[in-house]
C-alpha cells in the first residue's frame, strides 16, 4: 500500500498548457507538500498546507494554484506552462504535531514541457 | 539565502568498503536533521535523523555524525552494497516548524 502517491508518473506538454497533478496520502499527516527537483536533483519546497490551510508559499510564480480538498490529498495545478517547469515534483506528507519533522515522499511526476 | 550544503559532489566507493557523505548546514537554529536516500526514478527516502542534543546516532549500516561547532554533518554507511547507490541528501529543520531545508545531494557510486 503506497503511503503517498501521485498521478501521474509522467507527464509531456506543450508550452502554454494547463495542467494538474495530484497527490494523495493514507498516513493520517496533517500536513503535506509539494517540492520541485531541478535537473541537478536540487530539492527546494514551493508549498506546504497543514489541515487544509496554506502554510508555505516560496516565491513561487502565481502560475502555480496548490488546492487541499481534504487533509489527504494536495493538488498542484499549473497554468501556462513555461520551458522552465520542466522538472520532476515531488509531493510529500508529514505529522507536524510530533516535535520532529520527517517527510515522507511520493514516487514523484516527471513534467516536461515542450 | 538558506543552505545546506553547497555542492553535487559525486563519491564512487568500491563495493565493501565503507561510505562518508559530508554536508554543512548553514542555520544555528536548526536542532533537527535528516538524512535521505534517492534512488533513481524514485522519490527520497528517510534513512537516519538526529537532534541537536546528540553527537551521534546509529541505524542499520549507518551512523549519522553531528558537529555543531562547526555545523557539519556526515553520513557513514558501512561496507557499502551495490543497493546503496543513489543520491544522498542532508535536510535541516527546527522543532514544530514545517519546513525543511535539503542540501543539494551527493551520489554515491560504486564501483565492484
Known amino acids: 500500500d503506497t503511503a503517498v502517491s501521485q498521478t501521474p508518473k509522467y507527464l509531456v506538454t506543450q508550452m502554454g498548457n494547463d495542467k494538474s497533478i495530484k497527490c494523495e496520502q493514507n498516513l493520517g499527516h496533517d500536513t503535506m507538500y509539494w517540492y520541485k527537483q531541478d535537473s541537478k536533483k536540487f530539492l527546494k519546497i514551493m508549498f506546504s498546507?497543514?489541515?487544509?490551510?496554506?502554510?508555505i508559499n516560496e516565491t513561487v510564480p502565481n502560475r502555480f494554484s496548490p488546492k487541499s480538498p481534504d487533509k489527504a490529498h494536495l493538488n498542484l495545478h499549473i497554468n501556462s506552462l513555461e520551458l522552465g517547469d520542466s522538472a520532476v515534483y515531488f509531493c510529500?506528507?508529514?505529522?507536524?504535531?510530533?516535535?520532529?519533522?520527517?517527510?515522507?515522499f511520493g514516487p514523484g511526476t516527471r513534467l516536461t514541457v515542450l | 539565502g538558506e543552505s545546506v550544503g553547497l555542492h553535487l559532489p559525486t563519491l564512487s566507493v568500491q563495493e565493501g568498503d565503507n561510505s562518508i557523505i559530508n554536508c554543512a548546514y548553514s542555520n544555528s537554529a536548526s536542532d533537527y536533521f535528516i538524512w535521505y536516500k534517492q534512488e533513481s526514478g524514485k522519490g527520497p527516502q528517510f534513512i537516519i535523523d538526529i537532534r541537536s542534543n546528540m553527537d551521534k546516532r546509529q541505524g542499520q549500516r549507518v551512523t549519522v555524525l553531528l558537529n555543531k561547532t562547526v555545523k557539519h554533518l556526515s553520513l557513514q554507511i558501512a561496507a557499502t552494497q551495490p543497493g546503496d547507490s543513489a543520491v544522498y541528501f542532508c535536510?535541516?529543520?527546527?522543532?514544530?516548524?514545517?519546513?525543511?531545508?535539503f542540501g543539494q545531494g551527493t551520489r554515491l557510486t560504486i564501483n565492484p
Open positions: 535536510a535541516e529543520g527546527v522543532q514544530g516548524a514545517q519546513k525543511l531545508v
Open positions: 510529500a506528507s508529514s505529522q507536524v504535531q510530533r516535535s520532529y519533522n520527517e517527510q515522507f
Open positions: 498546507y497543514n489541515n487544509k490551510e496554506l502554510i
